[in-house]
């Protein structure tokens, strides 16, 4: 042992001490009383030797002291003297001071001395109540937001949870729950979507973070909400260990953004008739005149070769005449679709893979959000030459197209994959976008982009001769491939920036 260690003695470390400490005798006298408790109390060593301790402690907690000092010497062992462990102590200065307070013997021979221990409680105290405002401001928080609480377990699949969510669930009482009894309230529809939500976030190489929208069913009355849930997992050694986080009951949002969706779906029909109404009149007026002109034409020329009355130079006139209305026709069409399509293209380097996300976004927004989103994005590509926003609105429209399409069909699982990738020499990108719907037959698929050509009951057939023009403009192209074996399957190129 070092020899340091040895010429140590008690009156150095009783004096070191950072909590406050008396030496008593059985009588309970004090003996010793350490700087820090002069300092506490007010008093000096030589003020306080001799002085009954008794003499320090509040009138009021006299009796309970004795008590407790009688207990103790009958079985002298360390101890605190009060199942509260807090009597109050009076200063020099009669200040009353909240303190924690234990007993240890120290026997020397035939004499018993007490070692006691205090420690301010106020501080304690104050740190207790701090936590319970602090504890009282959660709930009130968690209650004015509707939050509740979750802990999933990884290692021992149950869920600890807190009221609201067992009000939501229709468990009453359980605060854990198994894993597989906790999804068994959530839709059929939704599960899918969000395990992949949990698995996504429970995968080291991410950060952690679970965010998911989905439906449960009340097992006691059968009601549907609707349930928006964030959170994060917590990793030991590189491996998943529980995911903590908190859901809301998002019902009512949900069915006022469904209201809203409806109505913009009213405004947004109204608009399309109106702009397919205006459209057709506008080509109507432009196309009348010159097809009238061919149609007579071409009876004239019907006339003479029935009646046998023709003459070569006559026939010419005419011929020449609906070949002269069919260019006019064609120079309206050009005209009508310049105008229509007038102004400045502005393109910047956009990443293709933000565009992506950001029409997926507004596909679930606008309440299309029925189906699983699968992505195959090649990384590290590089940006493309482009007008994001018509871009976005390409993908927008062949996303709902597809989800229109898969409606009509009975699969348990609608999916659209979207596919980026680059073409060997040549300096484009490719974009694929593929649905797990009927598809096309080969008529439909050599229509498909014809103006006015639609296969919805109540489409006006534009989005995708709108689409194709916005690609082209964009310098892509856009086409569909009539070969795919599963659904509908369109391919689009875009330019990658200087």
């Known amino acids: 042992m070092n020899s340091a260690v040895k ?20 009588t309970g006298h004090i003996v010793l009383a350490n700087p820090t408790a002069q300092q506490l ?26 008590y407790y000092q009688r207990l103790f010497l009958n079985r002298p062992v360390k101890r605190s003297m009060s199942v509260g462990n807090e009597l109050i102590a009076l200063n020099r200065d009669g200040k009353e001071i909240l303190l924690d307070i234990s007993l240890s ?36 928080a968690k209650q004015a937001a509707g939050l509740g609480i979750f802990d999933y377990d990884f290692k021992r699949n149950i869920i600890y949870w807190d009221r609201q969510m067992r009000k939501l669930w229709g468990k009453h009482s359980e605060k ?28 080291p190489n991410s950060n952690g973070e679970f965010k998911a929208q989905y439906r449960i069913i009340n097992p006691i009355n059968g009601v549907e909400r609707w349930i928006s849930a964030r959170g994060r997992v917590y990793f030991e050694a590189g491996y998943p260990h529980r995911l903590i986080g908190v859901t809301r009951d998002v019902t009512e ?73 069919a260019q006019r026709v064609g120079r309206s069409l050009h005209e ?37 989103p699968i992505l195959h994005l090649q990384q ?36 659209i994959t979207t596919t980026v990738q680059t073409v060997n020499d040549e300096d484009v990108a490719v974009v694929i976008v593929q649905d797990n719907g009927p598809g096309f037959d080969q008529v439909v698929a050599k229509r498909i982009f014809e103006p006015f050509f639609t296969t919805k009951p109540s489409g006006i ?30 391919h689009f190129t875009l330019p990658f920036g200087p």
């Open 253 to 325: 949002q949900r069915n006022i953004q469904k209201k809203l969706q409806v109505h913009r779906n009213e405004t947004e029909n109204i608009l399309k008739q109106q702009v397919a109404a205006r459209t057709a009149s506008a080509i109507a007026h432009e196309l009348n005149q010159p097809l009238a002109a061919i149609s007579a034409y071409s009876e004239v020329v019907l006339h003479a070769l029935q009646n046998d009355s023709f003459s070569a130079d006559n026939l010419k006139r005419a011929l020449e005449g609906c070949v002269a209305q």
């Open 461 to 490: 057939g534009m989005g995708l001769s709108i689409s194709r023009a916005l690609i082209e403009d964009n310098g892509g192209q856009l086409w569909v491939d009539s070969d795919a074996k599963t659904g509908a399957k369109f």
């Open 336 to 372: 009508l679709l310049a105008f229509l399509q007038k102004g400045e293209l502005m393109t910047e380097r956009s990443n293709l893979t933000d565009v992506i996300h950001g029409a997926l976004s507004i596909v679930y927004n606008d309440g299309y959000g029925r189906f699983h």
């Open 7 to 26: 010429n140590l003695n008690f009156r150095t470390v009783f004096d070191a001490a950072a909590d406050a400490m008396l030496l008593t005798e059985n």
């Open 41 to 66: 109390l007010g008093y000096s060593a030589d003020e306080m030797k001799g002085l009954a301790i008794e003499m320090l402690i509040a009138p009021r907690y006299r009796k309970q002291y004795r």
């Open 105 to 140: 013997p120290i026997k020397t021979g035939q004499q018993l001395f007490i070692l006691i221990l205090f420690t301010i409680a106020n501080r304690r105290l104050d740190t207790e109540d701090a936590l319970r405002s602090s504890e009282e401001r959660l709930r009130l």
């Open 380 to 415: 590290n590509l590089p940006a493309v030459q482009c007008n994001r926003t018509q871009i976005q609105k390409v993908l927008v429209n062949l996303f709902r197209n597809a989800i229109e399409a898969m409606r009509n069909i009975d699969f348990p699982i609608l999916t």
């Open 176 to 203: 854990t729950v198994s894993y597989e009894e906790f999804v068994a309230a959530i839709h059929p529809e939704d599960r899918e979507a969000r395990q992949a939500a949990i698995d996504k976030a429970m995968d």
